[in-house]
């Protein structure tokens, strides 16, 4: 299995981007698919999560800020995140399954694209 983030970049607070997450080897339409960051001062933190039915959840710190999706078709999850803020600052990785607690461990997961947001 391999999920391979794309799209992290330096954006100045208030910007948005869209990372994206191709998952290559799995069945994606079966897949609940977790977005995950690692930021330096404060560890891992669950960001968003969409299941197979569509049903997405969000930590409270993104709610109406984020936007999880996902492409079936192109096997494709994606995180629209807009009103950048400083803290979110981070390395965002795309993950099978869902865990929200800092020690989860994800099996199948990507790499990670690094989100740097500027004041």
């Known amino acids: 299995v391999q999920l391979v983030e794309s799209g992290g970049g330096l954006v100045q607070s208030g910007g948005s981007l869209r990372l994206s997450c191709a998952v290559i080897?799995?069945?994606?339409?079966?897949?609940?698919i977790s977005w995950v960051r690692q930021v330096p001062a404060r560890g891992q933190e669950w960001v968003s999560a969409i299941y197979n039915n569509y049903t997405t959840i969000y930590r409270d710190s993104v709610k109406g800020r984020f936007t999880i999706a996902r492409d079936n078709i192109k096997q494709t999850a994606y995180l629209q995140m807009n009103s950048l803020k400083d803290e979110d600052t981070g390395v965002y990785f795309c993950?099978?399954?869902?865990?929200?607690?800092?020690?989860?461990?994800?099996?199948?997961r990507g790499q990670g694209t690094q989100v740097t947001v500027s004041s």
């Open positions: 080897g799995f069945p994606f339409s079966k897949a609940a």
């Open positions: 993950a099978l399954g869902v865990c929200t607690t800092p020690d989860c461990e994800f099996l199948d």
